[in-house]
């Protein structure tokens, strides 16, 4: 079994920031890539950033994402925030298991992120 877990979504003020981690545990034998998604309510869930295993992220802006492949776990730096930011932001990793010799794609819960005065 693969668990990903995210946590650090809370109430934040306009302007504020705040960083979201998500670890993944369980049989993994290599992860490729781990990302953030978000979606807001009542609309698509769309792609926040992605790092690679070697680090390479891609970047939205005032969002920085960075992975630490000991921990299996990667994070988002959101700084600059606005209400328009507010969403549930989902955790994605693309791994293989270590008794299945393909790779899936697996998400976390979603933690809430609401930016609001």
């Known amino acids: 079994q693969v668990q990903l877990v995210e946590s650090g979504g809370v109430l934040v003020q306009p302007g504020g920031s705040l960083r979201l981690s998500c670890a993944a545990s369980?049989?993994?034998?290599?992860?490729?890539?781990m990302g953030w998604y978000r979606q807001a309510s009542g609309k698509e869930r769309e792609l926040v950033a992605i790092?690679?295993?070697d680090g390479t992220g891609s970047m939205k802006g005032r969002f920085t994402i960075s992975r630490d492949n000991a921990k299996n776990t990667v994070y988002l730096q959101m700084n600059s925030l606005k209400p328009e930011d507010t969403a549930v932001y989902y955790c994605?990793?693309?791994?293989?298991?270590?008794?299945?010799?393909?790779?899936?794609?697996?998400w976390g819960q979603g933690t809430q992120v609401t930016v609001s005065s």
């Open positions: 790092v690679t295993s």
């Open positions: 994605n990793a693309y791994l293989r298991r270590t008794s299945v010799p393909v790779w899936n794609s697996y």
């Open positions: 369980g049989s993994i034998a290599s992860i490729r890539t």
